[in-house]
């Protein structure tokens, strides 16, 4: 079991920045990777951002340059660096942990308003 609660959300102008936190409840070493995923009304969930329990990262084309996904083994934070946000970046925010047998934990969410 792990949990995920993320932090940082916010409403913000467009080509602004915010930062979203995950905190879980275990090493986060020893998962096979954590990401954050967002959903906009009316649209299916989307992977943003992952990084593998390696360090390895990858990113969704719309956000490529301007998401950065790091971690903090120590502390058993993954963040979400997001410069230069646009409009279309709004969304719930989620934040997923997949273990090594590819069970999949999620975050309550935060919401990423981003006004034109």
């Known amino acids: 079991q792990v949990q995920l609660v993320e932090s940082g959300g916010g409403l913000v102008q467009a080509g602004g920045s915010l930062r979203l936190s995950c905190v879980a409840s275990?090493?986060?070493?020893?998962?096979?990777?954590m990401g954050w995923y967002r959903q906009a009304p009316g649209k299916q969930r989307e992977s943003v951002a992952t990084?593998?329990?390696?360090?390895?990262?990858n990113y969704a084309d719309s956000v490529k340059g301007r998401f950065t996904i790091s971690r903090d083994i120590a502390k058993n934070t993954v963040y979400l660096q997001m410069n230069s946000l646009k409009p279309e970046d709004t969304a719930v925010y989620y934040c997923?942990?997949?273990?090594?047998?590819?069970?999949?934990?999620w975050g309550q969410g935060t919401q990423v308003t981003v006004s034109s």
């Open positions: 997923n942990a997949r273990d090594v047998i590819r069970m999949d934990y």
């Open positions: 275990r090493n986060i070493f020893s998962l096979a990777s």
């Open positions: 990084i593998t329990g390696g360090g390895i990262t």
